[in-house]
């Protein structure tokens, strides 16, 4: 079983930056993908960045490219953050040994896989 542990939420403005953090505990050399996930209010769940631990290869959600990193040490760098960002941050994994694409991982949903428990990110006007 895989334990994930979020962190790095907070309050911040909108143009700045926050970086999160997702502390892996478990047969974590067993998952080969990880991912950043977010729920806003009155939205759905919706992956924001994943990345392969095999190759490094990563996938974007198209609103955040170019403003979200995510790193193979489970960190999301969000900079120039907008008031649309705003919701629970999730670090997601999929079922243990199973390889998956950046892509598909971002697309997974809450039924498979471990999760954290989020963080909130809140970016005012």
């Known amino acids: 079983q895989l334990r994930l542990v979020e962190s790095g939420g907070g309050l911040v403005q909108s143009g700045e930056s926050l970086t999160l953090s997702c502390a892996a505990s478990?047969?974590?050399?067993?998952?080969?993908?990880i991912g950043w996930f977010r729920e806003a209010p009155g939205k759905g769940l919706e992956g924001v960045a994943c990345?392969?631990?095999s190759d490094g290869t990563t996938y974007y959600e198209d609103s955040v490219k170019g403003r979200f990193t995510i790193s193979g040490d489970n960190t999301l760098q969000m900079n120039s953050l907008k008031p649309e960002d705003t919701g629970v941050y999730y670090c997601g994994a999929p079922r243990r040994r199973a390889r998956v694409s950046p892509q598909n991982l971002c697309h997974m949903t809450r039924g498979f896989g471990s999760w954290g428990q989020g963080t909130q990110v809140t970016v005012s006007a």
């Open positions: 478990g047969f974590t050399l067993d998952y080969f993908a």
């Open positions: 990345i392969s631990k």
